[in-house]
């Protein structure tokens, strides 16, 4: 089975503080995204990659930035957490055949 | 560009009795559609997905699909609703971006299943 693993479930962090969420995925998937859920405005792509080195972005990538240096890891970097980055943030990988999430980590800035 | 709507955000039906959940998309190319399931506090699982092959799709669970391009839709069935299938369903379009894919989400259906 594919596995995308993320590094953390459950995340708390500060106010102006540096976040780093990881994502780790064990299929040579060349596309790899990132997507915040939040109730009431379901999920929003806020980067994605298509191969190492490579990125795009979504719909929301304000306060975001990403890095792709090895083509099974995908990273997503808060420069600077606010409150209003406080949501569930899931990875996931895959190509037009299909695609597998990982279990999601819960942020909360406080 | 792509879309999907979800046309129910929340649907209830009592256990036992069939389960119909909505899906129309637009999209530009023939798409990759899929249905991924969501429990409470848990990631994305994948049920069933259209990739241009058989229009009527089997996924886990017992669930079901059938992709009808006239219609644009995609809808979601299951002949009996176990209290198990109560989650978020979401429909979603892959479509190619450039060198990649890119999916779009609908915007989601609460499945609520009564005893």
Redesign the interface.
């Given at each position: 089975d594919v596995k995308v693993t993320q590094s953390s479930r459950y995340l708390v962090k500060r106010t102006g503080e540096k976040v780093f969420l990881e994502c780790v995925q064990d299929m040579d998937h060349?596309?790899m995204?990132w997507?915040r859920q939040d109730p009431g405005l379901?999920?929003r792509?806020i980067y994605?990659?298509?191969?190492v080195k490579?990125k795009?972005k979504g719909d929301i990538p304000e306060g975001y930035s990403v890095s792709r240096e090895k083509k099974e890891r995908f990273s997503l970097i808060l420069e600077s957490a606010s409150t209003n980055q406080t949501s569930m943030y899931?990875c996931?990988s895959?190509?037009?055949?299909?695609?597998?999430?990982?279990?999601?980590t819960r942020l909360t800035v406080v | 560009a792509q879309s999907v709507t979800q046309l129910d955000s929340h649907v209830s039906v009592s256990e036992g009795t069939p389960v119909l959940l909505r899906c129309n998309y637009s999209s530009s190319y023939s798409p990759s559609l899929f249905w991924y399931v969501q429990h409470p506090n848990k990631g994305l699982q994948l049920l069933l997905k259209y990739t241009s092959a058989a229009t009527l799709v089997k996924g886990i669970n017992g669930f079901e699909a059938e992709f009808k391009k006239s219609e644009t839709s995609f809808h979601l069935t299951k002949p009996s609703a176990h209290m198990s299938d109560a989650a978020e369903y979401f429909c979603v379009v892959s479509h190619s971006l450039g060198a990649g894919n890119m999916l779009t989400f609908g915007g989601g259906t609460r499945l609520m299943v009564k005893p």
């Open positions: 060349e596309n995204f997507y379901g999920l792509l994605f990659s298509y191969d490579m795009e899931l996931a895959g190509a037009g055949y299909g695609y597998t999430f990982g279990s999601g | -």
